[in-house]
């Protein structure tokens, strides 16, 4: 099985179909009549939906046919081209005739597909569809891809078309390696390619980019931000003070068995910052949690305000918010303490230090970066003690859609203040920038990968922003993996915040196991339950004891999540997998945002 198989497994069972907003002057598509009302008007069936439409001609109700949108607007201009009684060559043959159009005969099966799929296309479009096969060759391969690229209203280009194939072919890991080992290591090796080595070596082991010299590069370049994240992770005394913290560093620099300042080790600081990240969370980081920690301090000895406030709490779902980031004592303290409506002076006083605790807990972007850095500086298999892998995974995934660029067009095109002007280049800029100055065998390598990374974003091109479908791949390697991991999340809708609604989505990750190989989990969340589905082929040693499913069914429930049940299958790609949702002709046009 591979990703190409994969795409689009979770979108739900109903197809996508034409939306009339999406027709475009030019465009040809398969309608059937409905209704005819008067002055050469019909109720039309595109797909799922309807469309009254202004005719050319007097047609015949409860029929088929091809039109032409002349143009779009208050209502919709169709011109027949040919009525459809089956898609027989002879009514292709009508309509290319017709349109002016010579399509070899090998491709006109493809067009005809085209058609019957309800993918809409103009003829001046059905021409670079017709070149690619020309430079491609007629393959199922390359007709799919084209239908892909028709589906997603892409542009008809080679650029497009070779990055979304590159994305399809090899693994993303082995490319990010081949770029690494292109890059000079000499003294005279220029800025681009060592900021560019930078970006990629949280993403490959044996990249020399150990803890203490990633510790030794931030202490060089921002001393100030790495004091204070190793304050609020508690890896240095309380009472420490910069200089001391700075000199401390610097004298572990200096020793020769490599061993971390502070008397630790790369265990500790990854817990450390790990306890740290599970700790964040963007309400903390906005004004709202801060506005009720001084509501509760300033009416702290007034009853009815604090309960109002308590209120307020529920109705913002702020306690559902923190519950994840508070240990079990602390949350049922807090819940107790918002059902009391007679809580005491020193209970006020100690929800507020509670919350004020996880506020100071919150990172800056700068020390969330140094964050993720250390705790990818050491790969699982060079630890001393077993760590666990979810960290890491979080850090990785969260790292890959910081740097690699991939969200480089949506924070050009957005700019907010949640949302700052990157002030690094990313990954895929360097590539860029490095193509100029790198040898031909360089220069290959950086367009495979930068094809690839372009081919992700484009990949995830949709219009459809309510049910929002996100494809990614990340290097696995680190993670102690023999090949790169696919995921794949669907939002049933959006929360008031126009984030993707955490209670009501699926999530898919495709793996190689080292000991139990091809792996596929689907995850489904309906009104936070939770039904798990596991794909593998030594399904007769898998199985989920009932220790490990109690452990999996509280760590949801601290979450406030249900398990509902866990399942085990074969994998069968013809069969036992969901099935790929139908080719759509919907025009997109929205990138996703991968920071959603």
Same mark, same amino acid.
């Given at each position: 099985?591979?990703?190409?198989?994969?795409?689009?497994?979770?979108?739900?069972?109903?197809?996508?179909?034409?939306?009339?907003?999406?027709?475009?002057?030019?465009?040809?598509?398969?309608?059937?009549?409905?209704?005819?009302?008067?002055?050469?008007?019909?109720?039309?069936?595109?797909?799922?939906?309807?469309?009254?439409?202004? /005719?050319?001609?007097?047609?015949?109700?409860?029929?088929?046919?091809?039109?032409?949108?002349?143009?779009?607007?208050?209502?919709?201009?169709?011109?027949?081209?040919?009525?459809?009684?089956?898609?027989?060559?002879?009514?292709?043959?009508?309509?290319?005739?017709?349109?002016?159009?010579?399509?070899?005969?090998?491709?006109?099966?493809?067009?005809?597909?085209?058609?019957?799929?309800?993918?809409?296309?103009?003829?001046?479009?059905?021409?670079?569809?017709?070149?690619?096969?020309?430079?491609?060759?007629?393959?199922?391969?390359?007709?799919?891809?084209?239908?892909?690229?028709?589906?997603?209203?892409?542009?008809?280009?080679?650029?497009?078309?070779?990055?979304?194939?590159?994305?399809?072919?090899?693994?993303?890991?082995?490319?990010?390696?081949?770029?690494?080992?292109?890059?000079?290591?000499?003294?005279?090796?220029?800025?681009?390619?060592?900021?560019?080595?930078?970006?990629?070596?949280?993403?490959?082991?044996?990249?020399?980019?150990?803890?203490?010299?990633?510790?030794?590069?931030?202490?060089?370049?921002?001393?100030?931000?790495?004091?204070?994240?190793?304050?609020?992770?508690?890896?240095?005394?309380?009472?420490?003070?910069?200089?001391?913290?700075?000199?401390?560093?610097?004298?572990?620099?200096?020793?020769?068995?490599?061993?971390?300042?502070?008397?630790?080790?790369?265990?500790?600081?990854?817990?450390?910052?790990?306890? /740290?990240?599970?700790?964040?969370?963007?309400?903390?980081?906005?004004?709202?949690?801060?506005?009720?920690?001084?509501?509760?301090?300033?009416?702290?000895?007034?009853?009815?305000?604090?309960?109002?406030?308590?209120?307020?709490?529920?109705?913002?779902?702020?306690?559902?918010?923190?519950?994840?980031?508070?240990?079990?004592?602390?949350?049922?303290?807090?819940?107790?303490?918002?059902?009391?409506?007679?809580?005491?002076?020193?209970?006020?006083?100690?929800?507020?230090?509670?919350?004020?605790?996880?506020?100071?807990?919150?990172?800056?972007?700068?020390?969330?970066?140094?964050?993720?850095?250390?705790?990818?500086?050491?790969?699982?298999?060079?630890?001393?003690?077993?760590?666990?892998?979810?960290?890491?995974?979080?850090?990785? /995934?969260?790292?890959?859609?910081?740097?690699?660029?991939?969200?480089?067009?949506?924070?050009?095109?957005?700019?907010?203040?949640?949302?700052?002007?990157?002030?690094?280049?990313?990954?895929?800029?360097?590539?860029?920038?490095?193509?100029?100055?790198?040898?031909?065998?360089?220069?290959?390598?950086?367009?495979?990968?930068?094809?690839?990374?372009?081919?992700?974003?484009?990949?995830?091109?949709?219009?459809?922003?309510?049910?929002?479908?996100?494809?990614?791949?990340?290097?696995?390697?680190?993670?102690?993996?023999?090949?790169?991991?696919?995921?794949?999340?669907?939002?049933?809708?959006?929360?008031?915040?126009?984030?993707?609604?955490?209670?009501?989505?699926?999530?898919?990750?495709?793996?190689?196991?080292?000991?139990?190989?091809?792996?596929?989990?689907?995850?489904?969340?309906?009104?936070?339950?939770?039904?798990?589905?596991?794909?593998?082929?030594?399904?007769?040693?898998?199985?989920?004891?009932?220790?490990?499913?109690?452990?999996?069914?509280?760590?949801?429930?601290? /979450?406030?999540?249900?398990?509902?049940?866990?399942?085990?299958?074969?994998?069968?790609?013809?069969?036992?997998?969901?099935?790929?949702?139908?080719?759509?002709?919907?025009?997109?046009?929205?990138?996703?945002?991968?920071?959603?």
């Amino acid at each position: 099985m591979n990703v190409n198989h994969l795409s689009g497994l979770l979108k739900s069972d109903r197809a996508i179909q034409p939306t009339t907003t999406n027709l475009k002057a030019g465009q040809m598509i398969s309608g059937r009549v409905q209704e005819l009302y008067p002055n050469n008007r019909a109720l039309i069936s595109i797909g799922n939906q309807q469309i009254v439409a202004q /005719l050319e001609t007097s047609l015949s109700a409860k029929q088929s046919y091809l039109f032409q949108v002349l143009s779009t607007g208050d209502i919709t201009k169709l011109k027949v081209l040919t009525e459809q009684t089956g898609g027989n060559n002879a009514q292709l043959e009508a309509m290319l005739k017709q349109l002016g159009i010579n399509v070899p005969k090998e491709a006109r099966s493809f067009i005809q597909s085209l058609i019957n799929q309800n993918i809409a296309f103009t003829p001046n479009q059905s021409k670079e569809m017709l070149s690619l096969l020309q430079q491609y060759g007629n393959s199922n391969e390359t007709k799919a891809q084209i239908m892909e690229m028709m589906s997603k209203g892409l542009p008809i280009t080679r650029e497009v078309f070779n990055s979304l194939t590159s994305l399809k072919e090899g693994q993303l890991g082995d490319k990010l390696q081949m770029v690494a080992n292109s890059l000079s290591t000499s003294s005279a090796s220029t800025s681009v390619e060592q900021l560019l080595r930078e970006r990629l070596a949280p993403f490959l082991t044996n990249s020399n980019n150990t803890m203490l010299n990633v510790m030794q590069k931030m202490n060089n370049n921002q001393p100030t931000e790495l004091f204070t994240l190793f304050q609020k992770a508690a890896l240095i005394p309380p009472n420490m003070s910069q200089a001391e913290f700075t000199s401390s560093i610097r004298r572990g620099l200096t020793q020769t068995n490599g061993a971390l300042p502070f008397n630790t080790t790369p265990e500790r600081v990854m817990e450390a910052l790990s306890n /740290l990240a599970e700790k964040q969370n963007v309400l903390l980081k906005d004004s709202q949690l801060n506005n009720v920690i001084n509501r509760l301090s300033t009416n702290i000895n007034q009853p009815e305000r604090i309960n109002e406030w308590k209120q307020f709490i529920i109705q913002m779902n702020i306690d559902t918010k923190v519950k994840p980031m508070l240990s079990q004592n602390e949350n049922a303290q807090l819940t107790n303490w918002i059902q009391n409506k007679t809580s005491t002076v020193t209970e006020n006083q100690q929800i507020i230090n509670m919350l004020t605790n996880l506020q100071q807990k919150q990172t800056t972007p700068v020390e969330s970066g140094m964050m993720r850095a250390l705790i990818l500086a050491n790969d699982q298999q060079t630890l001393q003690a077993p760590f666990p892998v979810k960290h890491q995974f979080l850090a990785l /995934l969260k790292e890959f859609i910081q740097v690699s660029g991939l969200n480089d067009e949506v924070i050009l095109a957005t700019p907010s203040k949640e949302t700052p002007q990157p002030t690094e280049f990313s990954m895929k800029q360097l590539l860029m920038q490095g193509m100029a100055q790198s040898s031909e065998v360089g220069n290959d390598r950086m367009m495979q990968l930068l094809s690839t990374l372009t081919g992700m974003q484009l990949q995830n091109i949709q219009a459809e922003m309510n049910n929002p479908n996100l494809q990614l791949v990340i290097p696995g390697e680190k993670l102690g993996l023999p090949n790169d991991m696919f995921m794949e999340f669907e939002g049933y809708k959006k929360n008031e915040n126009g984030e993707i609604d955490a209670d009501y989505c699926k999530i898919l990750f495709h793996l190689e196991l080292s000991n139990i190989g091809e792996t596929v989990i689907q995850m489904a969340v309906q009104n936070r339950v939770v039904n798990i589905a596991i794909y593998n082929n030594a399904i007769e040693e898998l199985g989920l004891e009932e220790s490990n499913k109690a452990l999996l069914k509280t760590a949801l429930s601290n /979450l406030d999540y249900h398990l509902s049940s866990v399942s085990f299958k074969k994998i069968n790609e013809e069969e036992t997998l969901p099935q790929k949702n139908k080719v759509s002709h919907e025009n997109f046009s929205e990138g996703f945002d991968f920071r959603v």
